[in-house]
């Protein structure tokens, strides 16, 4: 930025391109040449399109004729799709003791398996006491277990080892988090598309008990008619001969 100007990272279109010629690139991507800026601007004009200058340190400067509002837009589309698409991974810490009782371990290990399956890194942290920071075996051999365990989940990505009172390991998701996030909606999108279907079959049958409903009230209606004519006629009948 200078004094009094800001200079944007947007390029010159149409009247902003201020040389006297362009080396013209049709929409297409074809080469046309090298062309007076008016000329250009005119041909523009006439397919309905922008002149952008799509580079300006070139001698000439290089310009093409697109439809710039239908560019932008799409650009931006495919920097939000490139957003939703990117992997948001975290590092996640889980820590307890070197002496962990079996039950703990296990709810321990579940809150690892979790944090893996949603795509995250786990620093594993295990906190040594008194003597049992010149004894750390026992810990890097907790870790290794540990790792044993959730294999099918992550991986080692940094060894055990110790930093001050402390041993500590990393994991890391063997598939990225956005995998995830597309399986989570691919199966969101089939369990929604099948609680649409049994919603539609019920609305059928129900449609169709309704039909058989009224078909068979109108056969009933018809066969109460039917009867009173019979009976209407035999008495009729009855009266003649008397």
Known sequence: MRIGVIISDEPRINDEIRVSQVRL????????????????????????LDLVEVAPNAKPPVAKLIDY?????????????????????????????????????E??????????SGGDKVKVTIMLRGREQSRPIGGVELLRRLAADVEEYGSIES???????????????????????SEQ???????????????AARLAAKQEAQ????????????????????ST?????????N
């Open 211 to 230: 039909q058989q409903a009224a078909k068979e009230a109108m056969s009933a209606v018809s066969s109460e008619t039917s009867t009173k004519k019979n």
């Open 25 to 48: 690139i049709g929409p297409n991507g074809e080469q046309v040449g090298v062309i007076a800026t008016s000329v250009a601007l005119n041909l523009a004009k006439e397919a309905n």
């Open 159 to 181: 060894a055990p080892k110790q930093e001050g009172r402390n041993i500590i390991m990393t994991l890391a998701p063997k598939g990225k988090k956005v995998h995830t996030q």
């Open 107 to 116: 709810v321990k290990k579940g809150h690892v398996t979790r944090f893996l």
């Open 69 to 105: 509002g239908k560019f932008k837009y799409n650009e931006k589309i495919k920097a939000r799709e490139a957003r939703r698409n990117q992997s948001t991974a975290e590092i996640k810490e889980i820590r307890f003791r070197l002496k962990i009782d079996d039950h703990d371990f």
């Open 233 to 241: 006629k035999e008495g009729s009948n009855a009266e003649d001969e």
């Open 185 to 199: 909606r691919r199966r969101g999108d089939q369990s929604r598309a099948e609680r649409q279907a049994r919603q």
